[in-house]
């Protein structure tokens, strides 16, 4: 059974950081990459981040570029999306998936994704 669980969300102020993890289990044949997606009130999923398992590449939505970072630990178990420079339109519930992806373009396409997290809210106040 596959199951994933986010946590580090919070309420910040523009400018700060935060770190979400994602703790995996039952994903080894599940999917060979992770991604980190929003959704804030009224407005569509966005993908955020995205990392292949396997070599550990990455990619990013232009929005989170250079204040993002995308990693894994050794395990491969649990991804994590360091957040700095935060900023109001940041806010949101971000979730993490993972499934089988193929292109960097498809790491942020949530419906290539097949597992999925509860999500953490995310609040940035300016």
């Known amino acids: 059974q596959v199951t994933l669980v986010e946590s580090g969300g919070g309420s910040v102020q523009a400018g700060g950081s935060l770190r979400l993890s994602c703790v995996a289990s039952?994903?080894?044949?599940?999917?060979?990459?992770v991604g980190w997606f929003r959704q804030a009130p009224g407005k569509e999923r966005e993908g955020v981040a995205g990392?292949?398992?396997?070599?550990?590449?990455?990619h990013y939505a232009d929005s989170v570029k250079g204040r993002f970072t995308i990693s894994q630990d050794t395990a491969k178990t649990t991804v994590y999306l360091q957040m700095t420079g935060l900023k109001a339109e940041d806010t949101a519930v971000y979730y993490c998936?993972?499934?089988?992806?193929?292109?960097?373009?498809?790491?942020?396409?949530?419906?290539?994704?097949?597992?999925w997290g509860q999500g953490t809210q995310v609040t940035v106040s300016s």
């Open positions: 990392i292949y398992k396997s070599s550990g590449s990455t």
């Open positions: 039952g994903v080894t044949y599940a999917g060979n990459s």
């Open positions: 998936a993972v499934g089988w992806i193929y292109s960097d373009y498809g790491l942020l396409m949530g419906p290539k994704y097949t597992y």
